[in-house]
């Protein structure tokens, strides 16, 4: 009788275990978990919440989405730098990079000056192939933080660009070809160097369109590329992000080991700067567009981390109820572009009056009120001891444009107070699908990011 009764509890207990478990799948070890191949990070330079709500009212309306939207998992990211609660674009991105906080306008290392690896090159260590790809210069501050080390952002171009030879990264495209056409002081030319180190040089759509080569050097512009509203005024020979996107892909596609790619919306920041709401549109559907085409291509082969995120926020955009957006979207031109169209006067400082009132009518649709025509002569004097100085008169252009039509955004008086520019210290947002995508939720540090992608892919990162 007891042996009986033992066998009905063993019975009876399987059968209450089995139902427990039912369902519920035992967690994976480390190594039982699946590793991605591929990793594409995205980073929208300066894209905040506002600013994608106003791509997503202008694009879409009030009941549509961005595609960045239906991306499964997300979270809520800090960005303060080492010494600042507001980052640059330098520490920004190095944290996206290293994983570790350093101080504004440094690239690449530690407050202290030490050089330190980036995951990019946690990459590259597992024989993985790597790209970076942007529509600012590839020596700007985000791509700068992926491939290279120096202490000063501004001072260092031509540095940045033979240490990314140096650190022979496999794909580079976008703008910054003035960086690496100028010799060094031992009379290098980079373009020969990086032709010598087997790489196609290329400064065109169409040629980047013929390419069949597996490292390449795309160098579409001198300094950033054009802003997507000024592409048919230029009618530019410059390939789009999403071009540049899709020809990497296509040539990293096959790659044994896989690798890793870090694709740069960067002039989301340069109309924020300006408060160029409209091209704050444009630049963030270009962007929304490509990470659409990425995580489609990633799909198809399900083995590829997506993550999409930013370095900061920029001058505080935010969709105002007052806000005109049929007027916003009939603007034709940015506040750069039409700042070259300005004629300076013959004598004393500042642009003729007629030149002011065609500008604005021409490109903004708005006959200048006298209060607004003064507002902008009064203002048209560089302060030289402002960051940006070369783009002063855009960001004074865009801003009385940006009040015209009611938008949200900072104000000269407290931008010209800011070391950054008008970056803010508001949260972004990191988006994830794909082979460790989960791991991306809650609440995070800029300095997370890079080490849940280290994490993911079982690397020793940072050191």
């Not at 063993?10 to 991605?36: C, N, Y």
């Not at 970076?132 to 290279?148: L, M």
């Not at 039509?405 to 107070?417: T, V």
Request: glycine residues 8%; aromatic residues 6%.
């Amino acid at each position: 009788m007891k042996k009986l009764l033992l066998v009905f509890l063993s019975i009876s207990l399987g059968l209450f275990l089995s139902v427990q478990t039912a369902g519920h799948k035992p967690a994976l070890s480390k190594e039982q978990k699946r590793i991605p191949k591929n990793v594409i990070l995205l980073i929208g330079d300066g894209m905040g919440i506002g600013q994608m709500e106003i791509a997503r009212l202008f694009e879409h309306g009030t009941k549509g989405r961005l595609f960045i939207e239906t991306l499964p998992h997300t979270a809520i990211v800090h960005t303060s730098s080492n010494n600042n609660r507001v980052t640059d674009s330098a520490a920004g991105g190095t944290a996206l990079a290293l994983g570790r906080k350093t101080d504004n306008g440094m690239i690449g290392m530690t407050p202290e000056g030490k050089n330190e690896d980036s995951i990019l090159d946690s990459f590259k260590k597992a024989g993985k192939k790597t790209a970076i790809i942007t529509t600012n210069s590839v020596t700007d501050a985000t791509p700068a933080s992926f491939t290279a080390s120096v202490n000063n952002r501004w001072a260092d171009q031509e540095e940045i660009a033979k240490q990314q030879l140096s650190n022979k990264v496999d794909i580079i495209m976008g703008g910054g070809k003035k960086y690496f056409t100028r010799n060094d002081k031992r009379g290098i030319d980079l373009i020969d160097a990086y032709k010598k180190a087997g790489y196609d040089f290329l400064t065109t759509a169409d040629q980047l369109e013929k390419t069949d080569a597996k490292k390449i050097l795309g160098l579409f512009g001198d300094a950033h590329l054009n802003f997507q509203l000024d592409r048919n005024h230029l009618k530019t020979t410059e390939p789009s992000l999403q071009k540049m996107t899709e020809k990497a892909l296509n040539v990293l596609a096959d790659e044994e080991k896989g690798f890793f790619a870090m694709i740069e919306g960067g002039r989301i920041d340069h109309a924020s700067h300006s408060s160029d709401i409209t091209g704050i549109w444009k630049e963030t559907i270009a962007f929304d567009d490509v990470v659409k085409y990425c995580v489609e291509w990633a799909n198809k082969r399900k083995d590829t981390l997506v993550v999409v995120a930013a370095d900061h926020e920029t001058m505080g955009v935010s969709a105002t109820e007052a806000m005109d957006i049929n007027g916003l979207k009939d603007i034709s031109a940015s506040p750069h572009y039409m700042a070259q169209q300005l004629s300076k006067k013959k004598t004393g400082n500042g642009y003729t009056t007629n030149s002011i009132r065609k500008v604005f009518k021409d490109y903004a649709a708005i006959d200048l009120s006298k209060e607004e025509l003064k507002q902008f002569q009064t203002n048209t004097m560089r302060n030289k001891g402002q960051v940006y100085l070369e783009q002063q008169i855009d960001w004074k252009i865009g801003n009385i444009i940006a009040n015209h039509y009611h938008a949200g955004i900072i104000q000269p008086q407290i931008q010209q107070l800011s070391d950054t520019g008008g970056h803010t210290s508001n949260m972004i947002v990191v988006f994830a699908v794909g082979t460790g995508a989960e791991e991306f939720h809650g609440v995070l540090d800029n300095t997370d990011i890079p080490k849940k992608i280290a994490a993911i892919m079982g690397y020793d990162f940072p050191k």
